[in-house]
């Protein structure tokens, strides 16, 4: 079985958890890259219909 001292062990081991800040801010940097992306996708279908 696993005692508590392994339990404890195995806990301070673990990464920090991430505030809710940080959070907020990765989310908002994940929607500019999607955006970015779409603009791209966007201006290239633009080119293929002129063409």
């Given at each position: 079985t696993v005692d508590v001292e392994e339990i404890m062990r195995i806990h301070k081991s673990l990464p920090t958890r991430l505030g809710?800040?940080?959070?907020?801010?990765?989310?908002?940097?994940?929607?500019?890259?999607?955006?970015?992306?779409?603009?791209?996708?966007?201006a290239i279908l633009k080119q293929k219909k002129g063409t």
């Open positions: 809710l800040e940080e959070i907020e801010v990765a989310r908002a940097i994940i929607q500019n890259v999607e955006k970015e992306e779409q603009y791209q996708v966007e």
